[in-house]
C-alpha cells in the first residue's frame, strides 16, 4: 500500500494543482469552457472519490464517457441474462451487473425468486462452477472494456483446453477506440480533449489512439487511476492545448507501453471478431463490440441457446448520447428525474452510480 | 473414527438434546443464574437505574474467519449495542440454530469465543436455546444474542444534541470486519492480510464516562460503515459533517483487499470500533484516554459537525470535497 499512497500525495497534488491553475488561467480567453472527458469509468470513480472536479478552475469542465462496460450494457441484454437464468441456467456475472436493470427486472431481483445467479469475483469462476456442476449449464456474463476481455478470453482458452461442454459465454465486449471515434463523428462535439482510460491502454496500447488523434486533432492523455496521475493527466492536456498540439501522451508509462499487451491482443484475435455493438443511451455503433468467432460459436450462449440481443431497443427519449458529447446538460434531458432516477435508470449515465446524470442528481439537483 | 456431527436428535428435546446441552452449553456457562437449566433467568433489578435492552442476529459466512469466530461477533455486536447506549452490559441470551451436520468441533470453537469474549466483555450468559434445522435450511450456525445493560445517568445522548463545532472522534482502523470476511469467503490471500477488529467498545465508553456530559452521540459503525452512521446523524438535522480524509485511520490490509476489489472502505462494516461526537472542548480528553486502552490505540479526530444541513462532505487527500453517500445495497465489487 505504501506504492500506492506515494499516488495520493497531498503536498504533491496541491503543487500539480498551482500548475493547472496557471495553465487554465492562460486559456481564459476562450469562448466556452475547457471541456475533457474521462473516457473510462474507473476514471469516473477515483474524480469522484477524491472530488478531483472540486479542485479543478472553473473553465476546466469534466465530462464522463461511455466507459463503464456495466452502464452502456443494453437492456435486453439483462432481460435475456435473466431469461436464461429463468430456464434454469447458472448464470455467473462480475458484481457490479447484478443491479443493472433491465426492461422490468435486475439479476438481483431474479436471485431472490430463485435464479442461480452467481457473482464471480474473476473469471475463472465459471470454469470451477461448471466444474463443480457438470449436469448444469454454466453461461457466463462477458461483459467489459479491452481490459476486462483480455482475461474473460483467457478463460475461454482454458476452458477449451479442458474440454468443459458445459460453459458459454453471452457477450458483449465493448471497444473504446471506435467509441471515441464515434463520439469525434459528430459536428457539434464540443469535447475538447480526451483522458485516456489506463489498464485499457494497458491492453491496446498508446499507439492505438494515433489514428483518431491524426483525423480528429484532440489531444489525448493516458493516465492511471490514481489521484496524482488524473491530476497529471489533466496537467498534460492543458500543455498540449497551450501549445496548440494534439498528441497521444502517455502519463501512464508505468503500466502502458506504445504497443499494449500483445499476448493478449493475439489471444483476443485468435477467439474474437469485431461486430456492431448496442451501447445503451447511444444505440448501436459499427464494429465497436467483439464477439465469438463462428468456429467457437459451440461458446457462445446466444446460438446455443437459440436467444438473441436485440440491437436498438433502447428508449428514444434518452438524451444520454447528447450529454456524453457535452452538448447536453442531464436536466435538458426529459426523462431526468422522473422516468429516470438512480433507483431506475434508462441510460449509462444513470446507470453508473458516479456517471454525469446520477452525480447531477445527488449532488446538484 | 469420523467425526462428531450434529443430527436432527440434538434438537429434539430429548436425551440428545440434553446431552448436548450438558456437555456443551452448562459445562461453559452453567455456572450462575444459568444453573439448573431454568426456563428463565431471574434477574436483580438494579435500584433507581434504567436498563437498555437489545437484540441481534448473526448469520456471516466463513463462521471462522481472521481475527474472530461467529462467536465472537455475537457477544461484540450485542455488548457495543448497549454500550453505545450508555450502558454497562450485564446479561446475554444465546440462542444457536444448528445445521444438521455441522463438526461438532467448530460448534465448540465457537463455543469458546462466546466463553472468552463474555468473560473478557464482563457479561453472563444467563438464558438460551439451542434448535437443529435440516441440512440446507441454514448455514451452520446461526446465532441470536439479546442483551441487557444498566444506563450511566451521566450520558445524555442524541442525534439532536450535536451542533457545529463539535468532533468527530473514531477509535481504529475502520472496515476491517468487512474486508476480512470478503478476503476470507473468496478466498483472497495477500501477505500482511487483514484480520476483523471485532472487539468490546465498552472499556471505551468507560473511558469516556468522565467526559460524559460533553458526548452527544456513540455509535459502532457496523453494516453500511462509518458513511451509513454519520448520514443516519445527520439526517434531519440542521448540522452536517465535513471529514477530513487524511485522518482516517485505515489499516493496510483493509486498503489492499479494498482496492483490488473497488469496495469504498467508508461503507465497509468494523465490528469493534466506535464513532463518537462529542464537543470540542473535552475531543482532547477522550482520545487520551482511549489511546491508553489496547482497543483505542489508534483513535483518532476525523471530523468537525458543520452548518451544512444534512450533509457528510469529505475533504480528500487531493484537498477536494465529495459527497459520503450511504451504500445502496449489497456491497459489490466492480469490475471498472
Given at each position: 500500500?505504501?506504492?500506492i ?5 497531498p503536498?504533491?497534488?496541491?503543487g ?18 475547457i ?18 472536479r472540486?479542485v ?8 464522463s464517457?461511455?466507459?463503464?462496460p456495466?452502464?452502456?450494457?443494453p437492456t ?6 435473466i ?6 441456467i ?5 458484481g457490479?451487473?447484478?443491479q443493472v ?16 445467479i452467481e ?5 475463472t ?5 461448471a ?14 472494456f ?6 474473460v478470453i483467457?478463460?475461454v ?6 474440454g468443459?461442454?458445459?460453459l ?10 471506435p467509441a ?5 463523428a ?5 469535447i ?12 491496446i ?8 488523434v ?21 496537467q498534460?492536456?492543458?500543455e ?8 497521444v ?25 469485431p461486430?456492431?455493438?448496442?451501447w ?9 463490440g ?7 460459436s459451440?461458446?457462445d ?9 436485440a ?5 428514444p ?11 447536453r446538460?442531464p ?12 433507483e431506475?435508470?434508462?441510460?449509462p449515465?444513470m ?11 445527488k449532488?446538484?439537483? | 473414527?469420523?467425526?462428531q ?23 461453559r456457562?452453567?455456572g450462575g ?10 434477574l ?8 437498555v435492552?437489545t ?12 481475527g ?5 461477533l455475537?457477544?461484540?455486536g ?14 446475554l ?12 468441533s467448530?460448534?465448540r470453537?465457537?463455543l469458546?469465543?462466546?466463553k ?10 444467563v438464558?438460551?436455546?439451542?434448535k ?29 444534541r450535536v451542533s ?10 475502520v472496515?476491517?470486519h468487512?474486508?476480512?470476511?470478503l ?8 501477505t ?5 477488529d ?7 465508553v468507560?473511558?469516556?464516562?468522565p467526559?460524559?456530559?460533553?458526548v ?6 457496523t453494516?453500511?460503515?462509518?458513511a ?16 477530513n ?25 468494523s465490528e ?12 482532547e ?10 482497543e ?10 458543520t452548518?451544512?444541513?444534512?450533509r457528510?462532505?469529505?475533504e ?10 450511504v451504500?445502496r ?8
Open positions: 500500500m505504501k506504492y499512497d506515494g499516488f495520493r500525495n503536498a504533491v497534488a496541491k500539480i494543482r498551482a500548475t493547472v491553475d496557471s495553465l487554465a488561467s492562460g486559456l481564459q480567453s476562450r469562448a466556452r469552457p471541456n475533457i472527458m474521462e473516457v473510462c469509468g474507473s476514471h469516473t470513480m477515483a474524480i469522484a472519490r477524491y472530488g478531483i472540486d479543478l478552475p472553473g473553465n476546466v469542465n469534466l465530462i464517457g461511455p466507459g463503464c456495466v452502464c452502456v450494457t435486453s441484454y439483462v432481460d435475456v441474462a431469461a436464461l437464468a429463468e430456464r434454469g447458472m448464470v455467473v456475472s462480475f457490479d451487473m447484478i436493470p433491465g426492461s422490468v427486472s435486475t439479476l438481483a431481483e431474479c436471485r431472490s425468486r430463485a435464479g442461480r457473482v464471480g469475483y474473476s473469471p469462476r465459471a470454469i470451477e462452477l466444474e463443480a456442476n457438470p449436469d448444469r449449464e454454466v453461461v457466463f456474463l462477458a461483459i467489459g479491452e481490459t476486462t476481455t483480455a482475461p483467457a478463460m482458452d482454458q476452458a477449451i483446453g479442458r468443459l461442454k458445459n458459454s459465454l453471452m457477450t458483449a465486449f465493448k471497444l473504446v477506440p471515441l471515434t464515434a463520439l469525434l459528430d459536428p457539434e462535439i464540443r475538447d480533449a480526451f483522458l485516456c482510460p489506463a489498464h485499457v491502454s494497458a491492453i496500447g498508446a499507439d492505438a489512439y494515433r489514428p483518431f491524426e483525423q480528429y486533432k484532440v489531444p489525448c492523455v493516458i493516465a492511471g487511476f490514481e489521484p496524482l496521475d488524473i491530476l497529471y493527466g489533466i498534460g492536456i492543458l498540449q492545448m497551450t501549445q496548440g498540439k494534439a498528441d501522451v502517455n502519463h501512464y508509462s508505468r503500466v502502458v507501453t506504445a504497443q499494449g499487451n500483445l499476448h493478449a491482443q493475439t489471444l483476443m484475435a485468435k477467439y474474437l471478431e461486430v456492431d455493438a448496442a445503451r443511451g447511444i444505440g448501436v455503433l459499427p464494429k465497436s467483439l464477439g465469438l468467432r463462428a468456429e467457437f459451440a461458446y450462449a446466444e446460438k446455443k441457446y437459440g436467444v438473441t440481443v440491437l436498438g431497443s433502447e428508449n427519449a434518452c438524451a444520454c448520447g447528447e450529454v456524453l458529447k457535452g452538448k446538460r436536466p435538458d434531458c426529459a426523462l431526468f428525474g422522473t422516468t429516470c432516477t438512480p431506475h435508470p434508462v441510460g449515465c446507470v453508473s452510480t458516479e456517471g454525469t446524470c446520477s452525480a447531477y442528481f449532488y446538484l439537483r | 473414527m469420523s467425526e456431527t450434529i443430527q436432527l436428535g440434538h434438537g429434539g428435546g430429548g436425551l440428545m438434546s440434553r446431552d448436548l446441552i450438558q456437555s456443551e452449553i452448562v459445562t456457562f452453567g443464574m444459568l444453573k439448573g437449566l431454568p426456563d428463565g433467568a431471574t436483580p433489578m438494579p435500584a433507581g437505574r434504567e436498563l435492552f437484540t441481534d442476529s448473526f448469520v456471516v459466512q466463513p463462521l471462522e474467519f481472521p474472530g469466530t461467529i462467536g465472537d455475537a457477544v461484540h450485542t455488548v457495543n449495542d448497549l454500550a453505545v447506549c450508555g450502558a454497562v452490559p450485564r446479561w441470551s444465546l440462542s444457536l440454530i444448528l445445521e444438521e451436520g455441522l463438526p461438532l467448530t460448534l470453537r465457537v469458546d469465543s462466546v472468552r469474549t463474555a468473560d473478557d466483555c464482563g457479561v453472563s450468559v438464558t438460551g436455546d439451542t437443529v434445522v435440516a441440512r440446507g435450511q441454514c448455514d451452520g450456525v446461526y446465532i441470536n444474542t439479546s442483551g441487557i445493560g444498566e444506563k450511566m445517568d451521566e450520558f445524555d445522548l442524541s442525534a439532536g457545529p463545532g463539535d468532533h468527530i472522534l473514531v477509535s481504529g482502523s472496515g476491517d468487512g474486508m476480512a470476511v478476503a476470507a469467503r473468496e478466498g483472497i490471500r495477500i500482511h492480510g487483514v484480520v476483523s471485532t472487539g468490546p467498545v465498552h472499556r471505551l468507560q473511558a469516556s464516562r467526559f460524559a456530559r460533553d452527544k452521540f456513540m455509535r459502532d459503525p453494516r453500511g460503515g462509518l451509513s452512521v454519520l448520514n443516519e446523524v445527520v439526517e434531519d438535522q440542521a448540522a452536517g459533517i465535513l471529514l480524509e487524511a485522518a482516517i485511520p485505515f489499516s493496510s490490509g483493509a486498503k489492499g483487499v479494498a482496492e483490488m476489489l473497488g469496495v469504498d472502505l467508508l461503507q465497509v462494516a469493534g470500533r466506535m464513532i463518537m461526537i462529542v464537543a470540542a472542548s473535552a475531543s480528553a477522550v482520545l487520551s484516554a482511549w489511546r491508553s486502552l489496547p483505542g490505540r489508534d483513535a483518532a479526530r476525523i471530523g468537525v459537525v452548518d451544512k444541513k444534512g457528510v462532505i469529505l480528500t487527500l487531493t484537498g477536494g470535497h465529495r459527497l459520503v453517500d451504500p445495497g449489497e456491497l459489490l465489487p466492480r469490475i471498472c
